[in-house]
């Protein structure tokens, strides 16, 4: 018997986790303090509200208690009681409530088939010692199919264990490392999302080494934690019977520590993020164990993408012998499911209740598409009135599960609270977006889509900058506080907006557009371009549909108040309800000016928002201890009258990106170079024109001393654009030039890969092999796409250097045209006389007369044959004879006979060439 006694403090999780513990059929009695009516329950004030309240929002109702009472109605076995210790008479069920035998539980337990199993395995050890512990046939089953891929010891084998909660899934891991520690295995690690999560593994493990006849303190002992928030946890078995051996807890994200690992054991898998599970596979045997609804936050992406991914790598490798080198490929896949129940029997009333109150098994109850999809533009989002969906209604529960079963397929974590806020949060709403329904259908239309919006800011100037002041941010209102205290900016917390808190899509649709179509008319709903009735006071900021649905939950109490006694009350459905979907054109919208969401950001989820029209205006520095991801808010603007531009918007962008880009080599260094160029969304295509301005005004670059490029820098660069150097004299350059690139400042036209390893090598500051293994390129052509890059970031730099020094030359004169004030013909004959005016005088043949030559053609003959000696010629000149050497060949140049025309050599005359040659006789 479980006794709940402060109602004030119950949450989903809480009440999960103690009814759960109820074994055998047991019974729930919750104690009530004095009441009139149980209605006043739908109005009581619960602890867990005061975090859901906002400086904006405050009024919160009861929803959730609401459909808690309702629903004790179906469970046969909880019952009411006031302080007096009176029975109320919430069913007629609880007269029919009867004790259990104490030996139901072992009946359920010792089927002939475990016996004959335990049986069969008791002269095999370890198997047979540890299956004999096991209560159900599915649990032992699962424990032999643990030792049996332990005792083959290939180090490629994964064993898959899913079940719901109460199924012996943490006992039967504890067995099978109790068993694998016999069969030899020395380094096993164990991770889940908290020690505390372990609590029941480790215990197991303790009585499997019992049967074992291990000895505590002289064959093992354990270590506990010394870290205040793991509140003295187990983290560490050393065993020294044969040979040391570990039993070792590690964090999800440290999977670097699983160098050494033989064996690995995930707990609670669906509540770590899908990467990071990932991430912890490698060459080793592991085992996965994880559960598919409870309290501890399940997802269905684990056995959807993870699971599934390895039941087809199993079936390609089955029947051969691994051969694969990483940590999922070429691995054989084993999966086992636990369905019968230890704690209590199959079918058990409490569970069915409690799964249906909480959406449980919402996972096992996912809807299947439409058999025609219909074009996303052919959708519409309607707006969830959340009274109608919480009121207990069998219509409203069953569209209430198939939401859930969209939240639980699409979200790697997910808990029962998420009802609570889903129902209670003043700030909340829920939308749907629904393929075409036909006018005259009765059934529940299909659900393709969910979103829900937290409504936050519009705080109050005081408040803001006292918060600011003091450090502190208040509870709510994420978006405002994170982007006022990051910025500083006490103004910015006034604003209206809308968060974006969860969006999902069916499993079997995604990627088919459904999501950005919900988006969009999210956008146009809030900017007003839907809705047919002008904006009064009931869209304001903490308004909203409801109200007259509010007022009539009060008279309803009041109705039920006065109808009677506590003892002869009855309790029903309300049934003066409004419509559960209304079209966004009846419902006004509240006046916003942004939409936002904050997520871990990876380049899928980023890539969506960005299509959608959002900006990053904040990432933390520090990944997430729940997901190992960082954390993105990013902000898209909406039209608004109060507001005379939408551009308040781009100051927060342009600055983010600046601290981006500077912290890229130490907080973020690890983001994918896809992912960081993402992020920084430089623009990559310039313009000729843009390009030649840019040059022509100069391009401001410093290097990390604050000095400018040197003239011998610019020679290095020069050197490796023509490929004369290796690139490593010239890495101290990167850095600032990729700062110039991506601020903008030096505009040049790049390819989306050459801009990646720019990034890379600049601004995160990697080596050549990390970014060829981050991108997936050789080293070659990592090489050559760099060298291109820099060739034309070299080429910008020189022509902006030269337009620099160009513009310090002194400038020409300046020429001034005037026209002539003479004809052009008569200047030129002005000038042509003048020319012969000039020379005439200098040609007179007079002048020249004393260099005429004196002898004919008869002087020369004479002279000639005047017998002279062979070889020589001799030459009358002023009745002289001078001698001269006959040229071989007979022939003598002018240059060395002396003879020239018109001029003179060694101060003797010359003329012109009158005579003739002669041979000379031999």
């Not at 002992?221 to 560490?236: C, H, M, Q, Y």
């Not at 899908?274 to 684990?302: A, D, I, Q």
């Not at 005004?697 to 820098?713: M, T, V």
């Amino acid at each position: 018997m479980l006794v709940l006694q402060d109602f004030e403090a119950l949450t989903p999780n809480l009440l999960a986790r103690t009814v759960e513990t109820v074994e055998g059929g047991g019974c729930i009695v919750l104690l009530l303090s004095t009441l009139e009516s149980l209605s006043q329950l739908y109005s009581l004030t619960m602890d867990v509200h005061s975090r859901l309240r906002t400086e904006s929002h405050q009024e919160v109702k009861g929803r959730f208690n609401e459909r808690l009472v309702l629903s004790l109605a179906s469970c046969p076995n909880c019952i009411l009681m006031d302080d007096e210790l009176n029975i109320l008479p919430t069913s007629t069920q609880v007269q029919n409530i009867h004790p259990l035998s104490a030996s139901v539980g072992a009946e359920a337990a010792g089927t002939s088939e475990l016996r004959e199993l335990v049986e069969s395995l008791a002269d095999t050890q370890p198997a047979g010692a540890l299956v004999g512990r096991c209560r159900t046939l599915d649990q032992a089953r699962a424990v032999a199919t643990f030792l049996d891929a332990a005792s083959e010891k290939t180090l490629r084998s994964t064993v898959a264990l899913t079940a719901a909660r109460g199924r012996g899934k943490s006992a039967s891991l504890g067995l099978a490392i109790a068993g694998a520690l016999a069969l030899g295995y020395s380094n096993i690690f164990v991770t889940a999302p908290s020690p505390e999560n372990l609590r029941t593994l480790f215990e197991f493990i303790f009585k499997g080494l019992d049967d074992l006849d291990y000895k505590e303190h002289l064959d093992y002992d354990l270590v506990e934690s010394t870290n205040p928030a793991f509140g003295k946890a187990i983290v560490r078995v050393n065993v020294y019977k044969t040979h040391r051996q570990t039993v070792q807890y590690i964090q999800p994200q440290h999977a670097a520590k699983l160098a050494q690992a033989e064996l690995l054991v995930i707990d609670e898998a669906a509540a770590i993020p899908l990467p990071m599970v990932k991430s912890l596979l490698g060459p080793y045997l592991v085992f996965l164990c994880s559960t598919v609804n409870g309290y501890e936050g399940t997802g269905r992406s684990l056995s959807l993408k993870l699971i599934h991914q390895l039941r087809q790598q199993g079936a390609k490798v089955e029947g051969k012998a691994p051969s694969a080198e990483d940590g999922s490929g070429g691995r054989t896949f084993r999966e086992v499911i636990l369905r019968d129940p230890i704690r209590y029997a199959s079918g058990d009333e409490v569970e069915k209740w409690l799964n249906g109150l909480l959406c449980l098994d919402a996972a096992e109850h996912i809807p299947k598409p439409p058999a025609r999809l219909p074009h996303p533009d052919d959708c519409q989002l309607y707006y969830v009135e959340r009274d109608t969906l919480f009121s207990f209604h069998a219509a409203s529960e069953t569209f209430l599960q198939r939401m859930m079963s969209l939240y639980v397929a699409s979200h790697y974590k997910n808990s029962p609270n998420d009802l609570l806020l889903m129902a209670d949060a003043p700030a909340h709403h829920l939308f749907v977006l629904l393929g075409p329904v036909a006018p005259d259908a009765r059934a529940l239309p299909d659900v393709l889509a969910v979103v829900q919006v937290a409504l936050e800011g519009a705080i109050s100037a005081r408040s803001a900058r006292a918060s600011l002041a003091a450090g502190q941010l208040p509870q709510g209102d994420l978006i405002p506080w994170t982007v006022g205290q990051q910025f500083q900016d006490a103004d910015f917390p006034a604003l209206s907006g809308a968060r974006v808190v969860r969006i999902a899509t069916h499993p079997e649709v995604v990627r088919a557009g459904y999501g950005s179509r919900a988006m969009d008319l999210l956008r146009q709903y809030y900017e007003g371009g839907l809705a047919e009735l002008a904006s009064d006071d009931e869209g304001g900021a903490g308004g909203g549909a409801g109200g007259g649905a509010a007022s009539s939950r009060a008279a309803a109490g009041d109705r039920a108040a006065q109808a009677g006694s506590l003892l002869e009350e009855k309790l029903a459905p309300r049934a003066s309800l409004p419509p559960l979907l209304v079209a966004l054109q009846d419902r006004p919208a509240e006046s916003l000016h942004y939409l936002g969401v904050s997520c871990g950001v990876t380049q899928e989820l980023f890539s969506f928002w960005r299509r959608a029209g959002y900006r990053p205006v904040y990432i933390r520095q520090t990944p997430s201890d729940a997901t190992g991801e960082h954390t993105v808010i990013m902000l898209r603007t909406l039209r608004s009258q109060d507001l005379a531009s939408d551009a308040w918007l781009d100051p927060f962008v342009a600055d983010f990106r600046s601290r981006f880009a500077a912290l890229l080599p130490a907080a973020f260094r690890a983001f994918p170079p896809a992912l960081a160029l993402s992020v920084l969304d430089p623009r990559l295509a310039w313009s000729e024109a843009e390009v030649q301005a840019g040059v022509q005004g100069g391009l401001a670059l410093a290097k990390l001393d604050g000095g400018e490029l040197s003239p011998h820098d610019l020679k290095r660069l020069q050197a490796y654009s023509a490929n004369l150097v290796d690139h490593h004299l010239i890495l101290d350059l990167v850095p600032p030039l990729a700062g110039a690139y991506f601020a903008g400042r030096l505009p040049a036209t790049l390819s989306y890969t050459q801009a990646a390893i720019l990034l890379s090598l600049g601004l995160q500051r990697l080596d050549i092999a990390q970014v060829e293994e981050a991108l997936g390129l050789p080293a070659s052509q990592t090489l050559a796409l760099f060298n291109k890059a820099l060739r034309r970031l070299h080429a910008h730099l020189r022509a902006a250097k030269e337009a620099a020094v160009e513009r310090t030359l002194p400038a020409p004169k300046p020429l001034a045209l005037l026209p002539h004030a003479q004809d052009l013909d008569a200047e030129l004959d002005e000038a042509a006389a003048a020319v012969r005016a000039s020379s005439a005088p200098t040609f007179r043949p007079e002048d020249v007369e004393e260099y005429a030559i004196r002898f004919g053609d008869a002087d020369l003959e004479e002279a000639v044959g005047a017998g002279v000696r062979p070889g020589l010629v001799s030459v009358k000149v002023d009745g002289e004879k001078t001698p001269k050497k006959k040229r071989e060949g007979g022939k003598t140049p002018s240059s060395r006979s002396g003879i020239k025309s018109g001029g003179k050599r060694n101060g003797t005359p010359g003329g012109p060439k009158s005579h003739k040659k002669q041979k000379t006789p031999a």
